[in-house]
């Protein structure tokens, strides 16, 4: 006789949900060579190797500094700004049970840090970014985070939330992780001043040709992969037990997988005919910006909003790309390389605000309120912190490498090395020719051919 095997299906579906989240988190990690080909298609090719280099230490050191210091940090936020107890806010160092759960928190913390890069590149010095970096990690991001996710402030039980009657809704970081990055970014960028030629002497923005929009495009592509892991991943639980048997969560996950898609498409749309507007001709970059911001304009509202809601929020996100862009470089002159504050800050303030009018449930006055003055808690949050974080770091060390470094490119300088060595044999040589016959230019290896392609910008200069 065959006895039934007997299963509780509590341990089935707690099982089951935590394979699932490591693999999400593992889809969310590969986001990080994402990032680091977008950034390296958006500079020039003296500099590709800097930005590499910090793509990596974002991994490597945040990591550790999440696990030691940061995620101890929400608890500690998350208990002060609700009348909560912090006793077990570094409990996880020393629990095996909770180390998944941390690894899931950590590749959003990685998210928020390295999108700070892209905002810098060319010109910040490496040791005061690897030290931005640690305080990134360490304090900056997982304050908002204690704020919102870890219990705090913004949310039911904390002091703001708990007054409106509502919790604020950031489902899987718009706000929590883009806006913060993109922000701590526009202030590193502003403090650490622009790139030498990035504006001329009447103040006007001059274009700085990146280096390859294949590495740009094909980094938006794994960008946009991971993050199906990002916002449907955040649906953590897949298998939910309801009057002891097994419940597949499949409606939820189709809710924010559609929605994620929709807004993504949206984003790409929306920013491929601003820029056949406003430039007369639609562009492959600003329209991958758009997808991004798209993206980054749903992640908060995945679960909560209506799919047209959705598309909505991401055809927002990136009609808004290259207007904010502008605003940034023209208005604020923060010569911000990639854009992140426009991609990042903007599309995930903007999304984010906006979930109550296209909630599922219908628009709640106090739930809108809680939204708009959450996304300002979190923006002034993240200023103040990040400028105290800079002038401090000032003091050690100079934010900016040299006029000489800078000319010369950050991988030599910074790091003496060349990613591209057959391509410019030698930074300080004029002339030479690059693999497909076109000219390498004499001020510090940017491989040039039938014009360039823009870093941060439509426009591209000629030679002459």
């Known amino acids: 006789m065959v006895t039934p095997l007997q299963l509780d299906p509590t341990v089935v579906a707690n099982g089951i949900n935590n394979v699932w989240v490591l693999t999400v988190t593992?889809?969310?990690?590969?986001?990080?060579?994402?990032?680091?080909?977008?950034?390296?298609?958006?500079?020039?090719?003296?500099?590709?190797?800097?930005?590499?280099?910090?793509?990596?230490?974002?991994w490597f050191l945040g990591t550790i500094i999440y696990f030691v210091v940061g995620a101890g940090v929400v608890g500690v936020v998350g208990g002060l700004t609700s009348g909560g107890g912090i006793s077990g806010?570094?409990?996880?160092?020393?629990?095996?049970?909770?180390?998944?759960?941390?690894?899931?928190g950590a590749v959003f913390a990685m998210t928020a840090a390295t999108i700070v890069s892209g905002a810098v590149a060319e010109r910040m010095n490496?040791?005061?970014?690897?030290?931005?970096?640690?305080?990134?990690?360490?304090?900056?991001?997982?304050?908002?985070?204690?704020?919102?996710?870890?219990?705090?402030?913004?949310?039911?039980g904390g002091f703001i939330g708990?007054?409106?009657?509502?919790?604020?809704?950031?489902?899987?970081?718009?706000?929590?992780?883009?806006?913060?990055?993109?922000?701590?970014?526009?202030?590193?960028?502003?403090?650490?001043?622009?790139?030498?030629?990035?504006?001329?002497?009447?103040?006007?923005?001059?274009?700085?040709?990146?280096?390859?929009?294949?590495?740009?495009?094909?980094?938006?592509?794994?960008?946009?992969?991971?993050?199906?892991?990002?916002?449907v991943g955040t649906q953590a639980t897949i298998l939910a037990v309801e009057d002891g048997s097994l419940t597949f969560m499949g409606a939820a996950l189709g809710r924010v997988a559609l929605v994620t898609t929709l807004g993504m498409s949206a984003g790409?749309?929306?920013?491929?005919?601003?820029?056949?507007?406003?430039?007369?001709?639609?562009?492959?970059l600003w329209t991958a910006n758009g997808l991004l911001a798209g993206l980054v304009a749903v992640t908060g509202a995945v679960p909560h909003v209506t799919w047209w809601g959705g598309a909505l929020l991401g055809g927002l996100g990136g009609f808004l790309v290259l207007p904010a862009f502008?605003?940034?470089?023209?208005?604020?002159?923060?010569?911000?390389?990639?854009?992140?504050?426009?991609?990042?800050?903007?599309?995930?303030?903007?999304?984010?605000?906006?979930?109550?009018?296209?909630a599922v449930g219908g628009f709640a006055v106090n739930q809108f309120a809680l939204q708009v003055i959450g996304v300002v808690v979190i923006a002034l949050w993240t200023i103040v912190a990040s400028a105290i974080?800079?002038?401090?770091?000032?003091?050690?060390?100079?934010?900016?490498?040299t006029e000489e470094e800078e000319t010369e490119g950050l991988d030599e300088g910074e790091h003496g090395v060349s990613v591209y060595p057959e391509f410019v044999p030698d930074n300080r040589r004029e002339g030479g020719v690059a693999a497909d016959g076109g000219s390498v230019r004499t001020d510090g290896g940017n491989v040039r051919t039938d014009g360039g392609v823009p870093a941060d910008d439509t426009e591209v200069i000629d030679d002459e």
């Open 26 to 58: 593992f889809l969310i990690f590969f986001m990080q060579p994402g990032f680091a080909l977008l950034e390296s298609g958006q500079v020039r090719a003296k500099n590709v190797g800097n930005v590499l280099m910090k793509n990596m230490s974002d």
């Open 89 to 104: 806010a570094f409990a996880h160092i020393s629990d095996p049970t909770a180390w998944i759960g941390w690894l899931f």
């Open 126 to 156: 490496f040791d005061a970014y690897v030290l931005f970096t640690i305080l990134m990690t360490a304090i900056i991001y997982p304050v908002v985070v204690g704020f919102t996710w870890g219990g705090g402030l913004l949310s039911a």
């Open 162 to 231: 708990s007054a409106l009657g509502a919790g604020y809704l950031d489902f899987a970081g718009a706000t929590v992780v883009h806006m913060c990055g993109g922000i701590a970014g526009l202030v590193a960028a502003k403090l650490v001043g622009a790139r030498k030629d990035r504006y001329d002497a009447n103040g006007n923005s001059q274009p700085i040709p990146g280096h390859s929009m294949l590495l740009a495009v094909l980094g938006t592509f794994i960008l946009a992969f991971g993050w199906y892991g990002f916002n």
């Open 268 to 284: 790409g749309a929306m920013a491929m005919l601003t820029s056949a507007r406003y430039q007369g001709k639609p562009d492959p």
């Open 326 to 358: 502008r605003f940034t470089v023209d208005t604020l002159k923060v010569d911000d390389v990639c854009g992140v504050f426009a991609v990042h800050g903007v599309a995930g303030a903007v999304g984010t605000a906006l979930i109550p009018i296209f």
């Open 389 to 401: 974080a800079l002038y401090a770091i000032s003091a050690v060390v100079d934010l900016r490498v």
